[in-house]
């Protein structure tokens, strides 16, 4: 009797199974054809032209492979300039976009009035594109602009202050990091906040009920559980950094020159595409690098916290 119930179950679940297997089959090439659109797009918007550009920059003038393009690359004037700041860029902005981007996502998740305000407001550089957002900063900084028209109203000063000359680099850096963070600080913002809405209020309620101040709150619960979140916006935001031209070529031109702004320069200036596309080809480099270090960091991280 006992045979025939294992057998009799045996039968009734082999179809059941074969269901499942086969729902999973379905559900996986259903999957996989979602991601035909973003793979072709990929392939032909950034594959491709990277490709193409690092044909490019090992191709002659005159035909056949060379190094040259490298050499002439990384022995002009703004070459190393334009590492440096560059990644100065990289270092002074990243921080202070996380910093007020987390700011203004908490804020928004608080029950102040007004929240859905602030948001469109804070949302408004989102529809600004890059070129426009450093025309707008260049009204405020230049000498005749806002900035200097206040401080003279206020007697601050009698003479406009030349925020954006040669004569006074520090200022003309730090006009790009005010633009460039007040143009993409609202993507991160967006990120973050997306990420606070999906962790469960639960945990920062019992945090509270067992004396946790809003500080403590903020730094064991909220934030590494929000951690996923700061690793997007953090990789998104440094590859987006090493491409950063417009706002610069708005405000100083080559005073401050950018890995992106000589690609640009040799491109549409010197109409040399060759080494245009060198430049390219470091920039892109320099990026693998980069997030390949992001996420090896960020792997470890987990290791060590047995994630």
Not at 61 to 76: I, P
Not at 139 to 156: A, D, E, M, R, Y
Request: hydrophobic fraction near 55%; proline fraction near 5%; charge should be positive.
């Amino acid at each position: 009797m006992s045979t025939q119930v294992t057998t009799d179950r045996r039968t009734v679940a082999a179809p059941a199974r074969r269901t499942r297997r086969a729902r999973g089959a379905n559900n996986s090439r259903a999957a996989y054809l979602l991601l035909v659109p973003a793979v072709i797009f990929l392939a032909v918007f950034v594959v491709w032209p990277m490709f193409q550009a690092l044909i490019l920059s090992v191709r002659g003038e005159h035909g056949g492979w060379t190094t040259a393009n490298f050499h002439r690359m990384t022995g002009d004037t703004y070459f190393w300039p334009a590492v440096k700041y560059t990644f100065l860029l990289i270092v002074v902005i990243l921080p202070c976009q996380l910093v007020l981007a987390l700011a203004m996502a908490l804020l928004l998740q608080t029950d102040m009035k007004g929240k859905g305000f602030f948001l469109y407001i804070w949302a408004i550089p989102l529809a600004i594109s890059d070129l426009a957002a450093g025309i707008v900063w260049l009204s405020i900084f230049s000498p005749t602009g806002f900035l200097n028209s206040i401080l003279h109203g206020l007697g601050l000063q009698q003479n406009p202050f030349p925020f954006l000359t040669t004569e006074h680099p520090v200022s003309s850096f730090l006009a790009i990091v005010v633009a460039e963070t007040w143009r993409a600080t609202s993507l991160v913002m967006i990120i973050l906040l997306a990420g606070i809405q999906v962790i469960p209020k639960d945990y920062g309620e019992a945090a509270e009920v067992f004396g946790a101040t809003a500080w403590q709150r903020l730094r064991y619960v909220t934030l590494p559980l929000l951690r996923p979140s700061l690793q997007v916006a953090l990789i998104l935001r440094t590859l987006a950094a090493f491409q950063v031209f417009a706002i610069v070529l708005a405000l100083v031109g080559r005073t401050i020159p950018v890995l992106a702004e000589e690609a640009y320069y040799w491109r549409a200036t010197l109409t040399n595409n060759y080494i245009a596309a060198a430049y390219a080809v470091i920039i892109i480099v320099i990026s693998i690098v980069v997030t390949i270090v992001y996420l090896r960091a960020l792997r470890v991280r987990d290791e060590q916290q047995g994630v």
